[in-house]
């Protein structure tokens, strides 16, 4: 099996192949020692070389996060035998969306439609677990539409708001 | 002894109470809201009932239900946790006349301690040290004025009914008093349903030390340490530590002594805590008494040795403390974490959501409460504390190397959460010579750029590449039956052969 891995920016070529419980490992056309042990569902115990690894894997909604130790990765895996690619081009021009950071209620409308927002001024403010959150806008800009009402539930991932 | 303890909350203090029941062989009945039917309480409890909707104003906040539930299942006292009903006068009355015992102080000791200002005027004829400024609220903006010219600027705001910083508001300079008295008045108005507002001179960057008292009904108060709680973020606590590193015995004795009056002033019983701020020449002021069991009464237990919900019970059942203050000895050193479902990388906005996996420390020095498991969804109801770390040691040294230990192996996936936030304080040079004040997190938090979690090395990503790989070959073996089925929504019809199937592929691996 090859993959095509990018973890922030870079790109890796790694050829991962498994028989009888042991995997050869090519990364970058190196050729790597590993041993692993999958020691619960989303848990690895790698040995590379002699060095050992806890590494976990962590599922949420479509994204898939690895954990080295404390440190965050969140790689895009493309297997170019498949046509599936994955990729979210960060784009920053054109209108942006406002989403709701988490599941709660839409408290306040800070700004109105058509008004001129300040890249990080608060547009619409979410409660949940008591706190109040202000949801920014993430440039400088005009409102260019409000999809919300105070006092709507919303879900995480919900547009609130266009910012144009 | 009490028969059955009806525990009137919920999350990792519900699990804490229930535990030192089933300890001292009482029955534990738990109550819970529509969204809690999963929780772990209720799990752990003898019995449960079910007591309406995920609105805490119509569930854990309802005098009715919960009594309503005590003499359905014979409970014979109740134990109310710390926030919800932990407080409430009418509540501790209502039990009181229902018959049931409330664990806690009589409604009268907390009528004088609940209100801010009222605490303040019973205080000040038993000779408490105070902040000076007003100890009634304030009938006007003019008022408010005079007084803040009369102690001097910056001042401080706050809710007479306040608590958890709701209602407070730094003032430095005149301009600004119109603004933040209105806003702490609606504030306070909104999240009290009291609009009543104090003034106080602001003391800048002081330490929050508060001191755990305990009585019992026949006259016997005792004081066990101090915990120092400066590490705060809007008037939150996140880290708590007993004792204190810059309080000796001397101080600790007169701090103690001084909230030991303030308990006996307001016919105090049961477990509570007299909070002082501390200036920077170790002056100490009083605060306020909260008259709970506080969240983070498991540093105390370490360093004293005690078990203060056992004790709580045991003196609401009438009976003596069974030591004296010259018994209480302070021993070693214990630092808290408080784990909430928030977002450090996203201003911790509150993360509520499925625990997918959760990996969870032990070993020396390391006590762990909780009130979440794998699998479960973190409602978005509630206050977002998931489970407190708690790591002990010989001195303040070893407690931290443990805790940070002890973080490592700490993983909670699924949702986000404040862990790494944790790793930074522990690190931190101020943190790790005892350098700080209320406004260390604030500070620390601004110095952006230096976070050596977010900067990757080389060999870790090089790690992260191949365990990506090995994921993706591994497909939905590696990610556990539960969670395929949970993701893609696959019919699997034979659960238990799958269950086989991948084991067998993680026999495979090995």
């Known amino acids: 099996m090859t993959y095509e891995i990018s973890i922030n920016g870079k790109n890796y070529r790694l050829e991962l192949n498994q028989s009888a419980g042991q995997w050869s490992c090519r990364l970058n056309g190196r050729e790597i020692e590993v041993d692993a042990v999958l020691a619960r569902p989303n848990v690895l115990s790698l040995r590379i070389g002699n060095k050992a690894y806890e590494v976990k894997c962590e599922r949420v909604a479509s994204d898939v996060h690895i954990w080295v130790g404390s440190q965050r990765f969140a790689p895009e895996v493309r297997d170019p035998r498949s046509l599936r690619s994955r990729s979210h081009a960060a784009d920053d021009h054109g209108p942006r969306k406002l989403t709701a950071p988490m599941p709660g209620k839409v408290v306040r409308i800070l700004l109105a439609q058509g008004v001129e927002v300040e890249a990080g001024a608060g547009v619409v403010v979410v409660e949940a677990m008591k706190m109040q959150n202000e949801v920014k806008s993430p440039k400088k800009g005009t409102i260019q539409k409000i999809l919300v009402s105070e006092g709507a539930a919303v879900s995480a991932g919900d547009v609130l708001a266009i910012v144009e | 002894m009490f028969k059955k303890i009806l525990i009137a909350n919920r999350g990792e203090i519900a699990v804490r109470v229930i535990r030192a029941c089933h300890e001292m062989g009482i029955a534990a009945v738990a109550v819970y ?13 003898d019995e449960a009932y079910p007591i309406g909707p995920a609105a805490a104003s119509e569930s854990y906040l309802n005098i009715q239900k919960i009594l309503d539930v005590a003499a359905r299942s014979g409970a014979d006292a109740i134990h109310p946790g710390y926030g919800f009903l932990s407080e409430n006068a009418k509540f501790a009355r209502a039990c009181a006349e229902a018959g049931v015992k409330f664990i806690g102080p009589t409604a009268a000791a907390m009528e004088a301690m609940g209100s801010k200002t009222r605490a303040r005027q019973a205080m000040e004829r038993a000779g408490v040290p105070f902040v000076p400024g007003t100890s009634r609220g304030l009938e006007s903006f003019e008022q408010a004025q005079q007084v803040a010219e009369q102690i001097g600027y910056p001042v401080m705001l706050k809710a007479a009914a306040g608590g958890g910083g709701k209602g407070m508001r730094l003032v430095h300079a005149a301009g600004d008093l119109k603004s933040a ?33 305990l009585a019992d009904e026949h006259g016997n108060t005792v004081y066990l340490g101090e915990r120092e ?21 001397d101080m600790r004795r007169r701090m103690g002594e001084v909230a ?23 002056n100490f002021y009083f605060l306020e008494m909260n008259t709970r069991l506080q969240v983070e009464h498991p540093v105390t237990e370490l360093i004293t040795g005690l078990d203060l919900v056992h004790l709580q019970i045991r003196i609401a059942k009438g009976e003596r403390l069974p030591f004296t203050q010259d018994d209480v ?79 490592s192996e700490y993983f909670v996936g699924g949702i986000k959460t404040n862990i790494s936030l944790f790793r930074r304080i522990l690190n931190h040079p101020d943190f790790r010579s005892a350098k700080i004040d209320t406004g260390f997190l604030d500070r620390m938090l601004k110095q952006t750029n230096e976070q050596p979690d977010s900067q990757a090395d080389a060999e870790a990503t090089e790690v992260a590449v191949i365990a990506a790989g090995m994921f993706a070959t591994l497909g939905s073996a590696a990610a556990g039956v539960d969670e395929r089925s949970a993701t893609d929504g696959s019919t699997n019809t034979v659960e238990s052969a799958s269950n086989w199937k991948a084991a067998a592929r993680r026999e495979a691996l090995r």
């Open chain 2, 33 to 45: 809201s529509d969204v809690d039917r999963a929780a772990l309480h209720v799990r752990k409890a």
């Open chain 2, 260 to 282: 030991v009056r303030v308990a006996q002033a307001a016919g105090y019983t049961n477990a509570g805590t007299v909070e002082f701020l501390v200036d920077q020449q170790k």
């Open chain 2, 329 to 407: 000895k302070v021993r070693g050193h214990a630092i808290e974490c408080r784990i909430y479902a928030e977002d450090p990388d996203d201003n911790y906005f509150p993360s509520p959501g499925k625990i997918t996996l959760l990996l969870l420390p032990s070993g020396p020095g390391i006590r762990r409460d909780s009130g979440m498991y794998e699998g479960w969804t973190v409602p978005m109801d509630y206050d977002p504390l998931l489970a407190k770390l708690i790591g002990y040691g010989t001195d303040r040294d070893q407690a931290i190397g443990r805790l940070t230990r002890a973080l």
């Open chain 2, 181 to 213: 008295l209105d806003s702490a008045r609606s504030e306070a108005e909104r999240a009290f349903g009291d609009g009543e507002v104090y003034i106080e001179k602001a003391i800048i960057n002081p330490r929050h030390i508060e001191v755990q008292v």
């Open chain 2, 229 to 249: 709680c400066s590490l705060q973020r809007r008037h939150q606590k996140v880290v708590e530590e007993a004792p204190s590193p810059i309080v000796d015995p």
